[in-house]
């Protein structure tokens, strides 16, 4: 008898669990649009923002709390696929603003999760250089405001590597003298992009044959390197564990700060050009306070201030020409210009072919 | 498979004390769990989340042999932090049980104390101790011993250093708990009666202790095979294991069912040990 | 049984260093000047000063002892009353199974259902579907403690109790806890310390203003192995030492009462 029970028992849980299911997936196709409401006081409305840690001013809240009088809360993840995680997992993940990178906003709007601005709202767009309006992965600006741009390079212990590095071919084939000493960027995108470069492919590739030969490439170099790293690898190049690592150019700045023998170069074979946005997600009942903290980001003296504080290039024309030059000097790629960096390729979404790239990553790091 | 009983008015007072519990149990775990692994059925939502036809596709694309090999891989690690926890716990909970009670108090405590540490600042120390340039290098190259550094973070090895180092408590007690409860006036007459230290080892204690064996390696095995911090933290990304696949599936190809699958074939390989584990335990307990 | 003994004695005293081979460094390491921790620039008590002010990390910890501890009451109460139940009805093996489950179904596949069913009924996440998540593992884990000790009860003194007129309330308080004592103290123990320390499942329940302790160490990690990671291991680990003599106390002291 009591199996009898335990058996309806169990039944009940898979068609319940049937029926729960059929209720998830499925969404709108494209981003709505987010008319502004003027008469909405926006220091009632309160901002759940996500960012990466270290990527804005410690004093970002209260100096927004001042100049607009809108709470808000910041909240970190530690890379793209934790936020797009999150967002993804639910209708409303309590998030009103989230910093993605370019191709992920780019998802994101596919999937309907995103506002389309009201543009009205956001005056200071117009602070932008007009080629960031232009980037392929949001032309025009609909739905994600740059806040960050830059490229993705070599940076390296000029006082602990015996040559200039120059190509992406110092990284993924490596002197002796280096080996076991250098790492690579671990988010598939930026794993793939050496080898991509290197054989004169574009990064944002789907043909089966280039990935191929990327992937033998990549598996090649792989018993070379120290480790594959996000996050950590400036601390590495400080400590010494490594001399040579595939780094975001702001990224290297955080090592250059504590040890100026660390330097950044892009390599000859050419690199990437990646944007770091500002969405508003569609479920935000908050949409009128997350126009105005956009528009407070673009103004040309916080932008600069922004710029100063994560050692990053941000694309505002105004904030860019404020810049103190000393910067400039202590940190090379802060002065790249928006000519040099569009010669990068922008990344872009890949939508359904993502899983070429997320299966190159598993095949090479499992190797 | 004991079937329920006892008297009637028992019963139906043990359903009274147990119903409100196993709802709870089975709102949020059973259908949470049962409907994750659903998943793996399903097709993936153009842009995350799920949706249907229902399908198989994902079990033929698992069989490539690039994540077969990591499931093998995962397996091995697994094993090899199990048997390192078994190797050097069971003889700590020999020792501990041995001890006189206030003793045996003071090591459980030792024990169970770096736990309360939070497992993220422990794993990190490893990053410091195992580091080419970490404390550990630098000292055998002051003492002269070496004078290349030993590399020994980023690999298969440090992982499995760093989960022993986690889970090697989950060994200990269980099989702590058991030696305890054997009386030791069988082991003592196993001696006297001329059997050498490592007979009645043999065929005393490791037998009466097996069911807290078997259970520590299961605690152990289990977190381990579905862990995917520690091989990020201390594999240098360059160790893949299944809870690994499961994580960047979910998170980074944002293909659902596909990660389902993992988690799938990953809760029937725990299915399968604990099914192991229950078989042997009966028959250890028959026997004794 | 000399020859024994030495052989476990070297493994155990072995053991001993192993675990605590990292805390040594952890606890060495807090008082490192500099930011980096494979550098060392002198000793000092810098990072013991900085880390108050450190908002993130102590509301955090604030809110996982909260959690922490609601975690803890709920499951010792929803595991002692399954526990209580399965004993009466004399339970077979799929029911123990069933409740003791959850603790060694991988915590990823826990969280990711546990995200999807939220979702699904529309709750929103926040510190309650982490206090939900948890109590459904440590629950487990009550269960596999207590039941192992409630087989061994006689029932013949709660009947005893019952025939003797008393209500089953007061038999629950006067004669089933305090016999169950052990089991729920250890149970409580390991929900307390299981729910602290717990990253995997709270990352993937938790909403996005309320961060626990865990999550907020594992965003610090972009910067390294900071200082204040290891202070707040150090403190951790002095609070928990503090926190055992104090309970050994206690119970010398309700032993004698």
């Known amino acids: ?367 | 498979m004991v079937k329920n009983g006892g008297s009637k008015t028992s019963r139906h007072l043990g359903w009274a004390w147990a119903s409100p519990g196993l709802v709870f149990l089975t709102l949020f775990a059973a259908i949470p769990v049962l409907s994750m692994l659903f998943m793996s059925v399903l097709t993936a939502g153009r842009f995350g989340g799920v949706t249907t036809p229902i399908n198989f596709n994902n079990f033929a694309r698992a069989t490539d042999p690039v994540f077969v090999q990591v499931i093998i891989n995962s397996l091995l690690i697994a094993g090899a932090t199990a048997f390192l926890s078994l190797l050097i716990g069971f003889p700590t909970a020999l020792f501990i049980s041995r001890l006189s009670r206030k003793w045996q108090v003071i090591m459980i405590v030792a024990i169970i104390l770096p736990y309360w540490t939070n497992f993220l600042v422990r794993t990190y120390a490893w990053l410091v101790l195992l580091n080419n340039e970490g404390i550990i290098n630098k000292f055998l190259r002051n003492i002269g011993l070496i004078d290349k550094p030993i590399e020994m973070l980023y690999t298969p090895a440090a992982v499995i250093v760093g989960m022993t180092y986690l889970y090697l408590p989950l060994m200990i007690l269980p099989i702590y708990a058991a030696l305890e409860k054997v009386d030791k006036n069988l082991t003592e007459a196993a001696f006297d009666l001329g059997s050498s230290a490592w007979k009645s080892l043999r065929t005393v204690s490791i037998p009466l202790a097996m069911p807290g064996i078997l259970i520590g390696f299961i605690f152990v095995f289990v977190p381990s095979l579905g862990n995917f911090v520690v091989p990020e933290l201390l594999g240098g990304g360059k160790t893949v294991m299944i809870g690994n696949l499961v994580r960047d599936q979910f998170l980074k190809a944002r293909d659902w069912p596909f990660g389902a699958t993992f988690a799938l074939i990953l809760a029937l390989i725990l299915i399968v040990l604990i099914s192991i584990q229950s078989y042997v335990s009966k028959r250890v307990n028959v026997n004794a | 049984m000399h020859r024994r003994i030495n052989l476990s004695a070297i493994v155990a005293v072995f053991v001993i260093i192993f675990l605590y081979l990292p805390i040594t460094a952890v606890v060495g390491l807090s008082f490192n000047k500099s930011s980096n921790s494979l550098i060392w620039k002198g000793f000092g008590l810098d990072w013991y000063k900085t880390i108050w002010s450190n908002e993130p990390i102590m509301s955090s910890f604030q809110r996982t002892i909260f959690v922490a501890v609601l975690t803890t009451v709920l499951s010792l109460i929803i595991g002692t009353t399954i526990s209580i139940g399965l004993n009466k009805m004399k339970a077979g093996g799929f029911l123990r199974t069933f409740s003791t489950a959850p603790a060694i179904v991988p915590d990823l596949v826990l969280a990711i259902g546990l995200l999807t069913t939220f979702s699904t009924i529309s709750m929103s996440l926040s510190l309650t579907t982490v206090i939900i998540s948890h109590t459904v593992f440590c629950t487990a884990f009550v269960v596999a403690v207590v039941l192992a000790r409630i087989g061994l009860i006689d029932p013949a003194i709660e009947e005893a109790s019952t025939d003797l007129g008393a209500s089953a309330v007061k038999t629950l308080f006067k004669i089933t806890i305090p016999q169950l004592m052990p089991s729920l103290i250890a149970g409580a123990v390991l929900s307390f310390t299981l729910s602290m320390d717990e990253f995997v499942i709270a990352f993937f329940t938790n909403g996005p203003e309320t961060p626990t302790l865990p999550m907020v160490i594992y965003s610090m990690i972009r910067f390294g192995v900071t200082p204040e990671i290891n202070v707040l291991g150090t403190l951790l680990l002095v609070i928990s030492f503090v926190g055992v003599i104090l309970a050994q106390r206690i119970g010398k002291v309700a032993d004698s009462i």
Not at chain 1, 152 to 167: E, N, W
Not at chain 1, 320 to 348: F, H, I, Q, R
Request: hydrophobic share 40%; aromatic share 8%.
């Open chain 1, 1 to 367: 008898m009591a199996t009898v029970r335990n058996f309806k028992f169990s039944a009940a849980v898979v068609a319940a669990a049937a029926l729960l299911l059929s209720a998830c997936g499925g969404s709108s196709d494209s981003a709505s649009s987010a008319a502004v409401d003027p008469d909405v006081d926006i220091t009632t409305q309160k901002l759940v923002i996500s960012n990466w840690a270290g990527y804005y001013p410690e004093d970002l809240a209260a100096k927004v709390k001042e100049a607009i009088g809108v709470d808000i809360t910041i909240t970190n993840h530690a890379n793209n696929e934790e936020i797009m995680g999150k967002l993804t997992a639910s209708d409303d993940s309590g998030i009103d603003i989230a910093f993605v990178s370019g191709q992920y906003a780019q998802a994101l709007a596919s999937g309907g999760k995103l506002f389309n601005f009201d543009k009205a709202a956001i005056p200071n767009l117009a602070n932008l250089y007009p080629e960031v309006a232009d980037l392929a992965y949001d032309q025009g600006n609909n739905y994600s405001a740059p806040y960050a741009w830059g490229t993705t390079g070599i940076c390296y212990r000029s006082d602990l590597v015996d040559f200039t590095p120059d190509s992406w071919n110092d990284l993924l084939n490596p002197k002796d003298s280096i080996k076991g000493k250098t790492t690579m960027l671990a988010t598939e995108r930026w794993l793939a992009l050496p080898a991509m470069k290197l054989l004169g492919y574009s990064m944002n590739t789907t043909n089966a044959d280039e990935i191929a030969k990327a992937k033998a490439q990549l598996v090649k170099t792989k018993p070379t390197l120290l480790a594959y790293d996000d996050t950590a690898y400036y601390t590495k190049l400080i400590s010494g564990e490594a001399v040579l690592s595939e780094s975001w150019d702001g990224w290297c700045n955080y090592g250059t700060a504590e040890n100026p023998a660390i330097k950044f170069v892009i390599p000859k074979e050419g690199s990437d050009l990646w944007a770091d946005t500002m969405v508003i997600l569609s479920s935000s009942k908050n949409k009128e306070a997350a126009h105005a903290f956009i528009n407070y980001i673009l103004q040309a003296d916080v932008h600069a201030w922004v710029a100063n504080n994560i050692l990053y290039k941000v694309p505002n024309k105004a904030a860019t020409e404020t810049l103190d030059p000393a910067l400039v000097t202590s940190y090379p790629n802060m002065g790249l210009t928006p000519a040099e960096l569009l010669k990068g390729e922008v990344v872009l979404d890949l939508g359904t072919d993502s899983k070429l790239y997320t299966d190159l990553a598993t095949a090479v790091t499992s190797s």
